[in-house]
């Protein structure tokens, strides 16, 4: 693995080009695919030192998959992930578990991505002996150390996740992930199971810790409200490709593409004088109403929507 | 019984001194716990009239189901006690006989769930599903209740309702699954439509032809809905009045739009403050601290306290605060609501 420190700050974090993959979806009876879904088609984006790339969507838009594709969770088709200098998709094994202590994962579900069997102290202790080589005391002071730095008291380190809540379990997720002192967090929906007062604490901490260690976040969601907060550069994607990319205020004040303004009207707006007078929802609804668009598909879907011939 | 439920659905307006349609007094629920009992809703008051949205706010744990549940009449009766009124068009639904209570509330009350997909069963089609309701709850034979059911997924905009009908709930996405939902709620025309987090699980832009869906029905219907959420975006969208739950008690009542530009209680000014919606792009979000006290584990005196940035000692933590009027169709559980003042959202961002 290249020294990254010497590729500077010119270099951004993570450079993705034309990244595509495709999922079976049918097989014969021999196991052979006879059915493909493109769920990423072409997706190109760059994300800079210490910086937050949103990528939003609906479900089976290949969000997901393009944040798996680059910690090369789930091997690409074709493209290419450049991350701190390196070409991710021609590492060999030994160099890919390096570079992955540099790039860390947080998913939606803390209480289905940590281990139930394993005490708060083992889940946070296993990287910091992986990557670090800690061991006995020097370790337990680092758990420690990291359990504080997300808010929760050095007594957590000898309970079970099913002790916890969602949201101090998301924390002991976050605490995981920065035991090996990453530069990179890929972030799939880390809030969207967590209620809304405990939403903005988590989100909080991951903006201090940006600040603090120059951290970068891929942060994927569905939720475009909580993007546009939280994102400097958001990019929407459809269909297995992003559509429209740009600054966050820019790209939700002044959509472009079609798909982007569709989506930006339906987000719910919390503000007075939304709501119509029940006099002007009974003359709106006695006007027929226009034709529905054309079903979305999702990409990845076992969902028969039209015609099943 | 004494209601026609095939009568056409009217579009008049609430009489003055009319009984309210849904009249929730006192409500009170328990449920076992070990060998003991444990309170998850305290006391609950409201009214909806018909063709107005009463939006039930709050979090995981506030009670904000488990009210919805005792309202239809849905919590399972060795395990859980139900005390208060409850009472639709008049008539007390709590101390209603089983039978009878079955009745009307399959045909003057239809429910939505979050996950459609759950609530309907993968052996039978959709349209059997449907009719099946018709026929038990409006004596319908089996080739009108069909027609009936045809007749439902057509009003809530499935495309080809007649040959769509014959089709299973796994060939439907997950937004048809809830129009579907809808319309077996609606077969019976109620008057009451309860609705709990009907969109959660939807795509923003589903979600949004869902409330568009929801808002034509309730004019054409003149529905009273119950809509719980809590998305506080749903809520600006969709309702006339907002209750705010929290630790199994309202905290907080008002007319929407009184209620996010000028909240009264802390909780209701610090979820506005959460919600990224309103903040736009901002180095840190507004937050409140700690989380939702677990049941069984209220807090004494007012139980916001623990999280509340403007508790007094001596003042909040001693004795249970009491849901006080503050302003026409106001009321808020806060001792110290006269004289904070609560940031809100303004009209424009």
Same mark, same amino acid.
């Given at each position: 693995m290249p020294e990254t420190t010497d590729t500077g700050p010119a270099e951004p974090l993570l450079e993705v080009t034309d990244l595509r993959k495709s999922f079976v979806t049918k097989r014969d009876v021999f196991g052979r695919a006879v059915a493909r879904e493109d769920a990423v088609r072409g997706v190109s984006f760059t994300l800079p030192h210490g910086r937050t790339l949103g990528i939003v969507g609906e479900t089976g838009a290949g969000k997901s998959t393009v944040g798996r594709l680059v910690l090369r969770l789930a091997e690409p088709d074709a493209g290419s992930v450049r991350l701190l200098g390196a070409d991710v998709l021609s590492l060999s094994r030994r160099d890919l578990r390096r570079l992955r202590r540099r790039a860390q994962m947080i998913f939606q579900d803390p209480f289905a991505s940590l /281990?139930?069997?394993?005490l708060v102290g083992q889940t946070i202790g296993e990287p910091l002996l992986l990557h670090a080589g800690l061991k006995g005391a020097a370790r337990t002071a680092r758990v420690v150390e990291l359990l504080g730095r997300v808010g929760?008291?050095?007594?957590?380190?000898?309970?079970?996740? @099913?002790?916890?809540?969602g949201g101090q379990l998301q924390r002991v997720a976050i605490a995981r992930a920065l035991a090996s002192e990453p530069d990179l967090i890929v972030c799939d929906?880390? %809030?969207?199971?967590? /209620?809304v007062s405990v939403q903005a604490q988590v989100l909080n901490l991951l903006l201090d810790l940006q600040a603090e260690r120059g951290l970068s976040y891929l942060f994927i969601s569905h939720d475009l409200s909580l993007v546009r907060s939280f994102a400097h550069e958001v990019a929407v994607m459809n269909h297995g490709e992003i559509v429209e990319s740009g600054p966050g205020s820019e790209l939700f004040g002044h959509p472009q593409h079609p798909y982007t303004k569709e989506l930006v009207s339906a987000i719910p707006v919390t503000r007075p004088g939304r709501r119509r007078s029940a006099a002007v929802r009974r003359a709106a609804a006695s006007i027929p109403a226009a034709p529905e668009p054309p079903v979305v598909r999702p990409v990845l879907s076992h969902v028969l929507e039209g015609d099943p011939s | 019984m004494a209601v026609d439920a095939t009568a056409a659905p009217g579009g008049a307006p609430n009489v003055p001194g009319r009984a309210p349609l849904l009249e929730v007094d006192g409500l009170t629920v328990e449920f076992r716990s070990g060998a003991g009992r444990v309170r998850v809703v305290d006391d609950v008051r409201f009214t909806l009239d018909r063709g107005r949205t009463l939006g039930l706010v709050g979090e995981s744990g506030s009670g904000k189901t488990v009210t919805s549940l005792a309202v239809m009449g849905l919590l399972p009766p060795r395990s859980s006690w139900v005390e208060g009124s409850v009472r639709l068009d008049g008539q007390e639904? %709590?101390?209603?006989a089983g039978a009878e209570l079955t009745d009307l509330r399959g045909r003057d009350i239809g429910m939505i769930f979050q996950e459609p997909r759950r609530s309907l069963n993968p052996a039978f089609t959709v349209g059997e599903q449907i009719a099946e309701i018709a026929r038990r @709850?409006?004596?319908?034979?089996r080739k009108d209740a069909w027609d009936r059911a045809v007749e439902m997924l057509d009003t809530v905009n499935i495309a080809d309702a007649a040959r769509r009908a014959r089709h299973y709930p796994h060939e439907f996405s997950g937004g048809m699954c809830q129009r579907v939902m809808l319309a077996g709620a609606l077969v019976c025309r109620p008057k009451l439509l309860i609705a709990d987090e009907?969109?959660?699980?939807?795509?923003v832009t589903v979600q949004a032809r869902m409330l568009r869906l929801m808002n034509e029905l309730q004019a054409e219907f003149d529905l009273g809905i119950l809509f719980i959420t809590h998305d506080l975006g749903v809520v600006a969208e969709m309702a006339d009045d907002v209750a705010v739950m929290y630790a199994g008690e309202l905290v907080e009542q008002a007319p929407v739009d009184d209620l996010l530009s000028r909240p009264e209680h802390p909780y209701t000014a610090g979820l506005l403050g959460s919600s990224p919606d309103v903040q736009g792009h901002v180095e840190r979000l507004r937050s409140i601290p700690g989380s939702v006290p677990a049941v069984g584990a209220w807090p004494a005196g007012c139980r916001f306290h623990t999280r509340c940035e403007h508790a007094r000692p001596g003042t909040c933590d001693t004795d249970p605060v009491a849901l006080a009027d503050g302003g026409p169709g106001r009321r808020a559980r806060c001792v110290r609501s006269g004289e904070l003042h609560l940031e809100g959202v303004g009209v424009d961002a």
């Open positions: /281990d139930p069997r394993m929760l008291p050095a007594g957590t380190a000898d309970r079970y996740p @099913h002790e916890f809540s929906e880390p %809030v969207a199971a967590l /209620d | 639904l %709590v101390d209603a @709850h409006l004596g319908l034979s009907p969109t959660t699980a939807l795509d």
